[in-house]
């Protein structure tokens, strides 16, 4: 007992008050079944392009393999600012305003680490993304959570975040499409929060990873709204649009003071991002837009397929806006959104993420990745049909 204590002692009381992720549990636990099929991977299913593997592979033959400058390849860093131009219409010095990163996880880390005292308060729009409490938590900071709900579609209201404002709060960190509900935010909305930000003088984190995967809607870029350059920090990267996860390759924009901040971190604790991966992500932003509107049609049809069979089964969904995932209701079911998940994986062999997860705002949903087969999608919700009629609970 004596050696245990003292064990738990010797770990940072930061560390010890962080739980550890909840997807991974169900992950874990799918593992050791048979016939499962996941709908709880955040990840694409395609692989990466061949040609930004082959720039990869050209790399190594060329020997191409020492560091890069702690900011990333300048060739890379110009084709990201020439690609926020492009595609969003804002500028950003390479030189100065763009930084590599090993995925866009770190990009957040580093920008927490850089602009958090101790106790200052971060605003975080709820459901979200798992690490980003946890990341203002081990970075001094209190996360504060402000929801949204379906009846809304999970789009933010700007007077929630004006609410949830006190004397303490440093930053607002925002989603969109949303990891998990697939939820967008309105150029209207994002206009009212810049409005709010400018009057409180706050830093937003804007995670725009999925900016690519938007269906109807155009992603409109936090900082390319006026004024709004100076007060934020743009997280992005190659994993979802371009089919990236694996190497692990992001990038963050901020205006220099910021970035200087996130650059001290980044050169002392990752030196630079893998030089290889670098040149695979040049080759994408060079010529890799073809692949994403082909992927992005792709998920857009899983979408409508799975929204549609959702609603026929008795699953009620409302229809996500990008990203790839799904954000249905289970709270007719009297069940929380971790018991259904696990009566669904053992029963039926379909692996979800329960809602919980992603914040108390998730509760009462499950998160389904349509980032797979049609055959899959078709098959699990064929079984999450005879799930719910087996224990008669369809919802309307």
């Not at 010890?16 to 709908?39: C, E, H, Y």
């Not at 203002?136 to 402000?146: I, K, L, R």
């Not at 990267?237 to 200087?260: E, H, I, N, Q, Y």
Request: charged fraction near 20%; glycine fraction near 6%; hydrophobic fraction near 40%.
């Amino acid at each position: 007992m004596e050696q245990t204590a003292n064990k738990q002692t010797r770990l940072s009381q930061r560390v010890r008050s962080i739980q550890p992720s909840g997807i991974r549990r169900f992950f874990d636990l799918a593992s050791k079944m048979d016939n499962v099929i996941s709908l709880g991977v955040g990840e694409p299913d395609f692989v990466t392009p061949w040609n930004v593997r082959e720039a990869s592979i050209s790399s190594l033959e060329r020997g191409m393999t020492a560091y890069t400058a702690n900011a990333g390849l300048l060739e890379l860093r110009v084709a990201i600012s020439d690609y926020m131009n492009n595609r969003f219409q804002v500028d950003y010095n390479p030189d100065n305003e763009v930084l590599v990163t090993v995925g866009a996880s770190e990009a957040i880390d580093l920008g927490m680490r850089s602009i958090i005292n101790p106790g200052d308060e971060v605003i975080i729009v709820e459901p979200t993304f798992v690490s980003y409490a946890p990341l203002v938590s081990m970075a001094g900071g209190v996360p504060v959570a402000v929801g949204t709900t379906a009846a809304s579609h999970f789009e933010v209201l700007p007077e929630d975040i004006e609410a949830a404002i006190t004397d303490k709060t440093k930053a607002i960190m925002i989603c969109y499409p949303n990891n998990p509900t697939g939820a967008t935010i309105s150029r209207a909305k994002l206009e009212q929060i810049a409005t709010i930000v400018k009057t409180h003088d706050l830093i937003v984190f804007s995670d725009e990873i999925y900016a690519e995967l938007s269906y109807e809607k155009d992603h409109v870029c936090f900082s390319s709204l006026p004024a709004m350059k100076e007060q934020t920090i743009v997280i992005n990267g190659f994993s979802k649009a371009f089919a990236m996860t694996g190497w692990r390759l992001g990038f963050v924009l901020a205006p220099p003071d910021l970035l200087d901040a996130m650059l001290k971190i980044h050169q002392y604790s990752l030196m630079c991002a893998p030089t290889m991966a670098q040149y695979g992500a040049l080759e994408a932003m060079r010529n890799g837009m073809e692949d994403i509107e082909k992927m992005t049609l792709s998920y857009q049809q899983r979408r409508n397929f799975f929204v549609k069979t959702a609603k026929e089964i008795g699953l009620p969904c409302h229809k996500p806006d990008g990203a790839f995932y799904a954000f249905p209701s289970i709270a007719h079911t009297g069940w929380t959104s971790e018991e259904f998940a696990e009566k669904l994986l053992i029963e039926e062999r379909v692996a979800v993420v329960p809602g919980s997860v992603f914040g108390k705002g998730g509760e009462g949903h499950i998160r389904c990745s349509y980032a797979t087969s049609l055959v899959n999608l078709e098959e699990a919700l064929k079984r999450i049909g005879r799930f719910l009629e087996a224990h008669d609970i369809r919802g309307n």
